[in-house]
């Protein structure tokens, strides 16, 4: 199963910092459940200690899709707007 990719555009670099967890899949669903997100891979906003913003990123390292750089694609996209319903634009 291939994860859905995003709409150019918002299939870009974020503009900011990245935390990124890559963790075994049964981690990341624990992981992003905990924040509310029921899905293989998450991304959110965290706010640093010195008040900007960085965006937090989980990836599965063993995921349906084999392949990480679509799940790192697919939630950078959400840090560059693209909204949790996927949207086709």
Same mark, same amino acid.
């Given at each position: 199963?291939?994860?859905?990719?995003?709409?150019?555009? !918002?299939?870009?670099?974020? $503009? %900011?910092?990245?935390?990124?967890? &890559?963790?075994?899949?049964?981690?990341?669903?624990?992981?992003?459940?905990?924040?509310?997100?029921?899905?293989?891979?998450?991304?959110? !906003?965290?706010?640093?200690? $010195? %008040?900007?913003?960085?965006?937090? &990123?989980?990836?599965?390292?063993?995921?349906?899709?084999?392949?990480?750089?679509?799940?790192?694609?697919?939630?950078?996209?959400?840090?560059?707007?693209?909204?949790? $319903?996927?949207?086709?634009?």
């Amino acid at each position: 199963m291939q994860v859905t990719v995003p709409p150019l555009k !918002y299939d870009h670099p974020f $503009d %900011g910092q990245v935390i990124e967890r &890559v963790l075994p899949l049964e981690e990341a669903r624990k992981l992003c459940a905990d924040i509310g997100i029921n899905a293989d891979g998450c991304a959110g !906003y965290v706010t640093m200690s $010195d %008040g900007t913003k960085a965006c937090f &990123v989980v990836l599965p390292v063993d995921g349906p899709d084999p392949d990480v750089d679509h799940y790192h694609r697919h939630e950078l996209a959400h840090c560059n707007g693209w909204g949790k $319903d996927h949207p086709p634009d």
